[in-house]
Each structure stands twice: as structure tokens, then as C-alpha cells.
């Protein structure tokens, strides 16, 4: 299962989460490894996204 976020805007004195991720379009999905840091930023809808998304997915549990 997969997180979804939509923040546009952030609690008093903090940013906002598409500003901490440099979020400029929609949909942006963000893979994020498990010690916190981005792997990849997939930016736009469509099956070439998806696809990609899902490769890198299973390439890093694999290398697990």
C-alpha cells in the first residue's frame, strides 16, 4: 500500500509538505528508501511512469 499526501498547507511555522519535496506539478509520487532519503521523483501520470515506478520498486526489493 502506498501513502498518499496532499498537504497544501503546512502547520503555523513550518512548510508545507510539496515545498519540502519540491512538489511543482501533479500527480508527483516520490519514492522514498527506508532510511528516509528519495530515491526517485516521478513527476506526471501515464503508464511509462508507472511502469518505471514499479521496476525501480521491485529492483530494490530485490536488493534487499
Same mark, same amino acid.
Given at each position: 500500500s502506498?501513502?498518499?499526501?496532499l498537504a497544501e498547507h503546512g502547520e503555523p511555522n513550518?512548510?508545507?509538505i510539496p515545498a519540502l519535496?519540491?512538489? @511543482?506539478?501533479y500527480?508527483?509520487?516520490i519514492l522514498i528508501n527506508k532510511d528516509?532519503?528519495?530515491v526517485k521523483k516521478f513527476v506526471?501520470?501515464?503508464?511509462a511512469n508507472a511502469d518505471a515506478l514499479d @521496476?525501480?520498486?521491485s529492483q530494490l526489493l530485490q536488493a534487499d
Open positions: 502506498w501513502a498518499h499526501v513550518k512548510a508545507a519535496y519540491s512538489v @511543482n506539478a500527480p508527483t509520487k528516509g532519503r528519495i506526471g501520470s501515464g503508464q @521496476n525501480l520498486v
